[in-house]
């Protein structure tokens, strides 16, 4: 079936520091890709998202970027803080309104 | 944070209870989801209802079972659960012409013991 893989599962990064999380989708016919922020105890939120008709997209410290050609996507974070802790997930579009998730990265920002 | 509810936020059910879910959206979406979230796993998207069909996890067990009444609520019927279905269990809508951003409700802590 379709999947989305996404790496890494762990991300250690010293306060000021980029983080970059990547992810694999296997439907090519997938066309909105979303990333979401989850923080300890509360309910995933979405920070960024991009279409297939966009390569990039910035909002302030974060960006996605995508190559439809190799069927990935990836975050980045700019200037990390502390509050950019927590877990991330990316997911991608099937049909008009489902989507399948990646398994997560736990972002940790070491002061 | 009220534009998706759900109740009750903690739930601790023996394997012979019955219990439901409920979730509870002011967004005018029209497409409403359940996931199931345990450590290190992708969400896992169990049933799926729009205005035009239902949608569901074939690897769903039967024990449980959805109820959509009307675009705004949906409910997840829960019976003879096994210690395995302890998990978060998350509600999410979305305009179902899209794809559009999902919006989660805050989640059911479930424990099965």
């Known amino acids: 079936g379709e999947n989305v893989e996404q790496h890494p599962s762990t991300l250690s990064v010293q306060e000021g520091d980029s983080a970059v999380i990547k992810c694999t989708y296997s439907d090519s016919a997938s066309n909105y890709f979303p990333w979401y922020k989850q923080e300890l105890g509360k309910r995933p939120q979405l920070i960024i998202d991009i279409r297939s008709n966009v390569g990039e997209k910035k909002d302030q410290r974060i960006a996605v970027t995508l190559n439809k050609t190799a069927k990935h996507f990836s975050l980045h974070i700019t200037e990390t803080q502390p509050e950019d802790s927590a877990v991330y997930f990316c997911a991608a579009s099937i049909g008009n309104y489902q989507l399948i998730w990646g398994a997560g990265t736990k972002l940790i920002i070491k002061p | 944070e009220t534009g998706v509810t759900q109740t009750p936020r903690h739930l601790v059910m023996g394997m012979t209870n019955k219990k439901s879910l409920k979730c509870e959206q002011h967004l005018g979406h029209n497409a409403m989801y359940w996931y199931k979230q345990s450590a290190k796993k992708p969400l896992e998207l169990m049933f799926v209802?729009?205005?035009?069909?239902?949608?569901e996890n074939n690897s769903v067990p039967s024990r449980f079972s959805p109820e959509c009444p009307n675009s705004s609520h949906l409910f997840l019927h829960l019976h003879t659960l096994q210690p395995e279905d302890s998990a978060l269990y998350l509600c999410a809508s979305s305009q179902d012409s899209g794809p559009y951003e999902q919006y989660f409700g805050p989640g059911t802590r479930l424990t099965v013991t």
């Open positions: 209802y729009s205005l035009e069909e239902r949608v």
